[in-house]
């Protein structure tokens, strides 16, 4: 069964640091997402991904955020100069034209220290 | 006005039981409308879709009412393998909005 992948599964960085996590979306969905998830709290939506542009980003996703696809597979979240507050679950996910599940990858543990 | 709004619970229940889950949206314009299951530290997995005659799978019914703009999702018959959190999920354009989810636990 097609799935996403992610990586690193899991990674520690110093604050200030800028991390790029990586995702692979299943080879045949148009749309890209990154969500994130603090420990114990609600997934956050965080920016949305068509067309090889954004078409939609949160409040979150602020200067310090980027996304990129820079082949025809990966689909990347840097984050420029993380803070504590951006230690979190962030996960990758995709969907098909038919606009029906997201699938999502196995997510990216981040901690900032 | 949230745009995804759960009851976080969370539920505890004993096996057997029979737990409902409810969900309200703000966007009017949503069109798509899905139950996902998050186990602990887990990514979220779709548990099913809702249509807006309602629809069943097995022991779960889900259901819509686009005049409230509610979503309920109703596990009968609950087993200790239920135990996790359900969100709720509304598209708003191509995109998905997350409820904060609802804690459920199913106990012997």
């Known amino acids: 069964e097609p799935e996403v992948t992610q990586t690193p599964s899991h990674q520690v960085t110093q604050m200030g640091q800028e991390v790029i996590l990586r995702c692979v979306p299943i080879s045949n969905h148009l749309y890209f997402y990154w969500y994130r998830q603090i420990l114990g709290q609600k997934v956050e939506f965080l920016v949305s991904?068509?067309?090889?542009?954004?078409?939609?980003k949160s409040e979150i996703f602020d200067d310090q955020f980027s996304v990129e696809r820079p082949d025809g597979s990966n689909f990347t979240l840097k984050i420029r100069s993380t803070k504590l507050e951006d230690s979190a679950m962030y996960f990758c996910?995709?969907?098909?034209?038919?606009?029906?599940?997201?699938?999502f990858g196995e997510g990216s543990r981040l901690t900032v220290l | 006005r949230k745009e995804v709004e759960q009851d976080p619970g969370p539920f505890n229940v004993p096996e057997g039981a029979t737990v409902a889950f409810n969900c309200t949206y703000s966007?009017?314009?949503?069109?798509?409308f899905f139950w996902y299951r998050q186990d602990c530290r887990k990514e979220p997995k779709l548990l099913m879709s809702v249509y807006s005659s309602g629809n069943e799978d097995g022991r779960f019914t889900a259901q819509l009412n686009r005049a409230s703009q509610y979503i309920s999702l109703l596990i009968r018959d609950s087993k200790l393998s239920d135990s996790a959190t359900y969100l709720c999920?509304?598209?708003?354009?191509?995109?998905?909005?997350f409820g904060a989810g609802t804690r459920l636990t199913v106990k012997p």
């Open positions: 966007n009017s314009a949503s069109q798509s």
């Open positions: 991904f068509y067309n090889n542009e954004i078409s939609e």
């Open positions: 999920v509304v598209n708003k354009g191509n995109d998905m909005r």
């Open positions: 996910a995709s969907m098909g034209l038919d606009a029906g599940e997201l699938f």
